[in-house]
Nanobody
């Protein structure tokens, strides 16, 4: 069955860096646009970044542009989100999704990223 699992989250200080990963299985990973989302309690899930199926096209939310980099390794069925210059406002549960922003795709369970001093 389809499975997406995030890893690499944790606690970091403001200004620090973290890379979260999304390991995918059970579907043809390389054929899917992939997305990263984040959510804080009481807030709607926010689209953070989108990457095309081949990895050549990338779109970022304004709030993370210049600091975050989305990438993927289709040979390994893994998507990444490199987060640099982290801010307290980046604190959220981060989710990976197989499918574009408007697609009812497959979701991971999410992983906590906390930015705090």
């Amino acid at each position: 069955q389809v499975h997406l699992e995030e890893s690499g989250g944790g606690l970091v200080e403001p200004g620090g860096s973290l890379r979260v990963s999304c390991a995918a299985s059970g579907f043809t990973f390389s054929s899917y646009v992939m997305t990263w989302w984040r959510q804080t309690p009481g807030k709607e899930r926010e689209l953070v970044a989108t990457i095309s199926s081949g990895g050549g096209g990338r779109i970022y939310a304004d709030s993370v542009k210049g600091r975050f980099t989305i990438s993927r390794d289709n040979a390994k069925n893994i998507m990444y989100l490199q987060m640099n210059s982290l801010k307290v406002e980046d604190t959220a549960v981060y989710y990976c999704k197989a499918g574009g922003p408007t697609m009812a795709g497959y979701w991971g369970q999410g992983i906590q990223v906390t930015v705090s001093s």
